[in-house]
């Protein structure tokens, strides 16, 4: 029996989330269905709402940062059961594509149905719908302002039950993204000066990790005074409100030749940021772009393509922070339970699903490290 409930979606972009009655549809083969415990709020879904992130289908349920219990599993989920609790990651994994079977799961091929809503397999076929029949998408295939959600299993990973539910779901986007930034695509090295642009949940987490991997200098930037304070906490070194000052002050600790790694977590990105950042960077050295910003933007980055080469700088994007969900959020809610990773205090605030536009909007007035709807 399909399940009624309720959950946040975009009728349009731009446009604002509304929390509206839903229908949730029984778990298919490979599918499971989920009871949300919690979901953070990325700037991700922001994107959604200006439509700088344009999605196939509308309306769309948003969410892609969540965590529960498993209410019902479908067939062919081997390894899940009823009860099961479960982190999303926001890239599913097929474990079988070239780029899963290659250790690059961040790029498994079922990420072309991302921004479809659909299911992967059946880009007609929708697992959310209105009270009057009307198909509503999945961001990520997830959609987790729900407070129930049906899911393929590839999208899901099987945690300890003793982790609390509302730390967990962090790493499924945040986490995941800005420590994996820092530490697997940016391979920062014990020693080493790191800039980091924009200290959000992606930025803070960005910090942590180049803190954990041994940056002798973890230098973040960003406008807001909170910000820079919270980055302090997850291990900063220097802290300042403008890439010009940081770059300067990456200089003045590398006779003058500049940061080694920057990593770039603005909440809007544009290519004039990523110049910034390549700027900032010493000869050989590492930009990684991570934040998004205007996707159908073709403006591209303004460098020079000499210093480009000359200086045999490179630029790198980079999805979930290179991680491999279903290797990589376990190991990080291990470092969670070793005390070396900290995901507790990346939550400023907790909302209920009602509360969500008020989340949307605290993000966006430089309150919120991370805001999390806790679901009842
Ligand atoms: N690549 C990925 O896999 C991936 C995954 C998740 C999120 N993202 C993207 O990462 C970005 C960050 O997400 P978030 O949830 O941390 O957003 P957020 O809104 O919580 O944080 C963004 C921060 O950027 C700061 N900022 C704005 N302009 C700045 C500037 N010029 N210099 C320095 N800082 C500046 C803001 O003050 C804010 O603190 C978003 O674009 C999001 O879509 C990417
Ligand atoms: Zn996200
Ligand atoms: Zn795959």
Redesign the pocket.
């Known amino acids: 029996m399909p399940v009624k409930t309720r959950g946040a979606i975009m009728r349009s972009a731009p446009g604002k989330f509304e929390v509206v009655d839903l229908v949730s549809d029984d778990p298919r083969s490979g599918e499971i269905q989920v009871k949300l415990a919690a979901s953070g709020m990325?700037?991700?879904d922001d994107?959604l709402a200006t439509g700088d992130i344009p999605v196939a289908h509308y309306p769309m349920a948003g969410g892609h940062e969540g965590a529960g219990v498993v209410m019902k599993v479908g067939e062919n989920t081997p390894g899940f059961e009823e009860g099961d609790h479960v982190v999303f990651s926001f890239l599913p994994a097929c474990g079988k594509c070239r780029w899963c079977a290659s250790g690059m799961s961040y790029l498994c091929d079922l990420g072309a149905g991302l921004l479809v809503g659909a299911r992967f397999d059946d880009p007609e076929s929708f697992r959310f719908t209105m009270a009057d029949g009307t198909a509503v998408g999945q961001m990520c295939g997830l959609g987790t302002f729900a407070e129930v959600t049906t899911v393929s299993a590839d999208s899901a990973v099987k945690i300890d039950k003793d982790i609390p539910l509302d730390v967990a779901c962090l790493t499924g986007?945040?986490v995941g993204?800005g420590w994996g930034s820092s530490v697997t695509a940016a391979k920062v090295e014990p020693g080493e000066t790191v800039i980091i642009?924009?200290?959000?949940?992606?930025?803070i987490n960005a910090v942590q990790g180049a803190a954990h991997a041994g940056a002798s200098h973890v230098i973040a930037?960003?406008?807001?005074a909170f910000?820079l304070e919270k980055a302090r906490e997850f291990g900063a070194t220097e802290t300042f409100s403008s890439?010009e000052e940081a770059n300067e002050f990456a200089k003045s600790v590398t006779n003058g030749q500049g940061a080694d790694k920057a990593i770039v977590?603005?909440?809007?990105?544009t290519g004039a940021?990523v110049a910034q950042a390549f700027q900032a960077v010493r000869k050989a050295g590492v930009v990684i772009v991570?934040?998004?910003?205007d996707i159908t933007d073709q403006s591209g980055i303004p460098i020079s393509v000499g210093e480009l080469t000359l200086f045999a700088k490179e630029i790198k994007g980079?999805?979930?922070?290179d991680s491999n969900p279903h290797t990589d959020i376990l190991k990080m809610l291990r470092l969670y339970q070793e005390g070396k990773l900290k995901l507790d205090e990346l939550i400023t605030k907790r909302y209920k699903l009602d509360e969500i536009q008020q989340g949307y909007e605290d993000?966006h007035a430089?309150k919120?490290i991370r805001g999390v709807i806790i679901y009842d």
């Open positions: 990325c700037h991700s994107h986007c945040g993204t642009m924009g200290i959000g949940g992606i930025g930037v960003d406008p807001v910000k890439i977590t603005i909440g809007v990105t940021h991570t934040g998004l910003g980079a999805l979930f922070g993000m430089g919120n």
